[in-house]
Nanobody, 124 residues
Framework: QVQLVESGGGLVQAGGSLRLSCAAS????????MAWFRQAPGKEREFVAA????????DYADVVKGRFTISRDNAKNTVYLQMNSLEPGDTAVYYC?????????????????WGQGTQVTVSS
């Protein structure tokens, strides 16, 4: 029902910044909790950040807290991930995801919709 398209990935030096965007289709974007996950080669997918429907509440993985900021613009059906102070360990494919499930921590929610991913590479 919901289609997600990520953009904004690329190659950046350690300490640099990138902003990822995720554009969503449909008329019900504001009903979804939105999240970013990432997966590096040979590693499991990991939770990065999530933002609730209104955009007033956010969750972050400890490893990115203070460096990454998730935000959303419901009028534009878009969620963003501002990544600052990037480190080589941040290198991964970043995926946008959406869920309507509430009542449990966002990192454990079953996300129903996923984007195609965008590659982020941080050089040392």
């Amino acid at each position: 029902q919901v289609q997600l398209v990520e953009s904004g990935g690329g190659l950046v030096q350690a300490g640099g910044s990138l902003r990822l965007s995720c554009a969503a289709s449909g008329r019900t974007f504001s009903r979804y909790i939105m999240a970013w996950f990432r997966q590096a080669p040979g590693k499991e997918r990991e939770f990065v950040a999530a933002i609730f429907q209104s955009g007033t509440t956010t969750d972050y993985a400890d490893v990115v807290k203070g460096r990454f900021t998730i935000s959303r613009d419901n009028a534009k059906n878009t969620v963003y991930l501002q990544m600052n102070s990037l480190e080589p360990g941040d290198t991964a494919v970043y995926y946008c995801a959406a869920t309507v499930v509430t009542g449990i921590p966002t990192m454990y929610a079953p996300y129903n919709y996923w984007g195609q991913g965008t590659q982020v590479t941080v050089s040392s």
